[in-house]
T-cell receptor, first 110, second 112 residues
Framework: QKEVEQNSGPLSVPEGAIASLNCTYS??????FFWYRQYSGKSPELIMS????GDKEDGRFTAQLNKASQYVSLLIRDSQPSDSATYLC??????????FGAGTRLTVKP | KAGVTQTPRYLIKTRGQQVTLSCSPI?????VSWYQQTPGQGLQFLFE???????NKGNFPGRFSGRQFSNSRSEMNVSTLELGDSALYLC???????????FGQGTRLTVV
């Protein structure tokens, strides 16, 4: 079983729609959760971090964490073509290494 | 505020050679982590350094090694290169290792 699992996609949504990206993790001791965006040929860019259960909103992005279900998600409202990228879920169990999912490729169609 | 700087950006090496990659973290960050990214395996954790000490290591052979200097700059070394070592090598710096990490532009290594 992979430590961090994501649906590889591709996920395609029309411009203006809500994109929903999901991630599950296996280590119940995980404490820190992150979403990164990676454009093709570029390095990952941190877009959200979340540490406690519930929702965290930042502009068009909302991260949701449910530790009981070992589930973290990212919602992108009013999706734009510029949001087209691979989204990486990262999880840290506080042991100084961050584990990444394989990423979900999102395409936003104009 | 300067970001994470990795050098060189591109490298071509032949099998059997060794290579050293460099990473300068964001000022004030003491944790540097290294990752290997390939299309098939995604982002794989190599190791993490904090205050010149390796605190954690991923499942890579001993050919992969690293170190961190007193100014928090870090280097990773790969000896006896194999074709399968061709990848994008990324370093990420953070204040403590458990908090937000910021990536450099990466070094793309090609082994021929």
């Amino acid at each position: 079983q992979k430590e961090v699992e994501q649906n590889s996609g591709p996920l395609s949504v029309p411009e203006g729609a809500i994109a929903s990206l999901n991630c599950t993790y296996s280590d119940r001791g995980s404490q820190s959760f992150f979403w990164y965006r990676q454009y093709s040929g570029k390095s990952p860019e941190l877009i959200m971090s979340i540490y406690s259960n519930g929702d965290k909103e930042d502009g068009r992005f909302t991260a949701q964490l449910n530790k009981a279900s070992q589930y973290v998600s990212l919602l992108i409202r009013d999706s734009q073509p510029s949001d087209s990228a691979t989204y990486l879920c990262a999880v840290s169990a506080g042991n100084n290494d961050m584990r990444f999912g394989a990423g979900t490729r999102l395409t936003v169609k104009p | 505020k300067a970001g994470v700087t990795q050098t060189p950006r591109y490298l071509i090496k032949t099998r059997g050679q060794q290579v050293t990659l460099s990473c300068s973290p964001i000022s004030g960050h003491r944790s540097v982590s290294w990752y290997q990214q390939t299309p098939g395996q995604g982002l794989q954790f190599l190791f993490e350094y904090f205050s010149e000490t390796q605190r954690n290591k991923g499942n890579f052979p001993g050919r992969f090694s690293g170190r961190q200097f007193s100014n928090s700059r870090s280097e990773m070394n790969v000896s006896t290169l194999e074709l399968g070592d061709s990848a994008l090598y990324l370093c990420a710096s953070s204040f403590s290792g458990e908090l937000e990490a910021f990536f450099g532009q990466g070094t793309r290594l090609t082994v021929v």
